[in-house]
């Protein structure tokens, strides 16, 4: 598995302190396999690593969301089209950027059961990479 698609609970606490109250935006910067790779039977396995993340991953937290009445705001979400000043590891398929009330609501839709099960499958069948980078205003 690839280390930089699991949300490790240390970072997750390192990070509610670095970001504190109020609302924070997320990057994400996504790289997606050639292939997606479910697990054998897994039900809700997509065709191609985009639909398996839109429909899949997003949905999947979009309904987690939705349970816990929390409303992120999509900022962006877009295809790379020409890298200007980037390294050799800055090939990303897309970037998307999403606005929460606070860094405790992205937390609470991480640890719901749906999340978990409709959500986080997807994440790792269908990214070969991922970058999740927290911000706020100044």
């Known amino acids: 598995m690839n280390p930089n698609l699991e949300l490790e ?5 390192e990070a509610a302190r670095a970001i504190g109250d109020g609302p924070v935006v997320m990057v994400n910067l996504l790289r ?3 292939t ?5 039977g897994f039900e809700g396995a997509r065709p191609d690593s985009r639909s398996g993340y839109y429909q899949g991953y997003v ?6 969301a939705e349970e816990l009445g929390i409303a992120p705001e999509l900022v962006y979400a877009g295809t790379r089209l020409a890298g200007l ?5 800055d090939d990303w398929d897309e ?3 999403v606005r929460y009330a606070g860094y405790a609501d992205l937390r609470r839709i991480l640890v719901s059961d749906t999340y978990v099960q409709h959500a986080k499958p997807h994440r790792f069948a269908v990214l ?3 970058r999740f980078i927290a911000t706020k205003d100044r």
């Open 95 to 97: 970037i998307v950027v």
């Open 32 to 34: 997606f396999r050639e």
């Open 36 to 40: 997606p790779d479910y697990p054998a």
């Open 59 to 64: 949905g999947g937290f979009r309904r987690a």
């Open 9 to 13: 609970d240390r970072r997750l606490v």
């Open 85 to 89: 000043l980037v390294g050799p590891d």
């Open 128 to 130: 070969a990479d991922w």
